[in-house]
């Protein structure tokens, strides 16, 4: 059984996709960020790529490198947006977690999108799901 495939069933929904030889494994979670009924769209390298609603997400391959992701809210989500640029690895998975908390008023709230260990990356998306 390949490493990558290992990895998944031992940490991750079953659900999840390996990624053909080569490319690199991208997920995107969030296990809880607010607000917590609207769902921001996430964009790899300026392609939307679907929603991203609370305890779900995202897998997909890419190719090995550079990647620019972003989070875009709905405008009635009252919710700032998110950038990050992470390079990934051939055979290997990345991890990307939303965090986002709002406060009265727009005081101190945001989005972030950070990129995690494999290890914590893989406990903390056990909660989340690919949608529906």
Do not use: N
Not at 103 to 131: K, N
Request: proline share 11%.
């Amino acid at each position: 059984m390949p490493i990558l495939s290992a990895l998944f069933l031992a940490f991750a929904p079953a659900a999840l996709p390996a990624a053909p030889p080569g490319l690199a494994t991208l997920i995107v979670y969030r296990a809880y960020a607010e607000p917590i009924l609207f769902a921001p769209t996430l964009s790899v390298d300026g392609h939307e790529y679907g929603e991203l609603g609370q305890k779900r997400l995202l897998a997909f391959a890419v190719t090995p490198g550079r990647h620019r992701l972003a989070v875009k809210w709905p405008p009635y989500a009252a919710q700032y947006g998110a950038e990050i640029e992470i390079v990934t690895a051939p055979d290997q998975p990345s991890f990307v977690a939303l965090e986002a908390h709002t406060r009265a008023f727009r005081q101190s709230q945001g989005s972030s999108l950070i990129e995690r260990d494999v290890q914590t990356g893989a406990t903390e998306s056990r909660c989340c799901h690919p949608p529906r």
